[in-house]
């Protein structure tokens, strides 16, 4: 397991996204760690200080990889352009006093069609990411066993597109709060991940 840990490490140290941006070496461990027990993921954040838009907590969002899953998630985003479209489309005939009922009719239908056909596909990618939810849980339900910190430090998941690895703090509870303390707690978020990552090391690699 060390070797395919250290061929993990190899790999995502190379990793970079569009902007050709490598993976925070503040998060880098937690993402190979992830990857080395069989949770695949997407996208992460070391966490930073950002004067425009405050205090950005450490996340990881974790997901499936295979060829389905991403036909699936590009379906998604294409399908949430097409409604917005769509309804503009409607906006327009129905702004119209001229517009003929049918052609109301028609757009209408392929709005409706469009929504629940972008509703089956969202409810696919949360169902195909219900395993790994599962087996995230489990490890860390183990973690905080007996284990006590602040409330606001504790690792949560939280779901959109992908399912993201964040601290409860992370809802914007010190947006307002002086840089001092913010960087303090930015400290104590990414320690809490570290202190995951070690857990999961030690009892799972």
């Known amino acids: 397991m060390s070797e395919q840990w250290e061929a993990l490490m190899t790999h995502f140290s190379t990793v970079t996204d569009r902007l050709g941006k490598g993976i925070d070496k503040e998060i880098l461990e937690t993402v190979v760690t992830l990857n080395a027990v069989g949770i695949p993921t997407v996208m992460s954040c070391g966490g930073h200080l950002d ?8 996340w990881i969002d974790i997901g499936p990889q295979d060829a389905a899953f991403q036909a699936l998630v590009q379906e998604e985003e294409d399908l949430v352009l097409k409604v ?8 327009e005939l129905r702004a119209q006093p001229d517009s003929e009922q049918d052609l109301l009719l028609k757009a209408q239908s392929q709005v409706e069609a469009l929504v629940c056909r972008l509703h089956e596909v969202q409810r696919a990618i949360r169902l195909q990411q219900t395993p790994l939810r599962a087996k995230l849980i489990e ?12 409330f606001d ?10 399912t993201r ?3 409860q703090g992370d809802i914007d509870l010190y947006l307002e709060a002086p840089y001092e303390f913010q960087l ?3 400290e104590e978020y990414r320690q809490e991940m570290h ?6 090391k030690q009892h799972y690699l």
Request: no cysteine; charged share 20%; proline share 4%.
């Open 184 to 186: 303090r707690k930015l």
């Open 139 to 150: 490890y860390l339900s183990q973690f905080y066993a007996g284990r006590a910190v602040p």
């Open 195 to 200: 202190e995951f990552t070690a857990f999961l």
């Open 84 to 91: 917005r479209l769509a309804h503009q489309h409607l906006s």
């Open 153 to 162: 430090r504790h690792l949560i998941l939280t779901t959109g597109l992908y």
């Open 51 to 58: 004067e425009g838009r405050g205090l950005r907590l450490p």
């Open 165 to 167: 690895l964040q601290n």
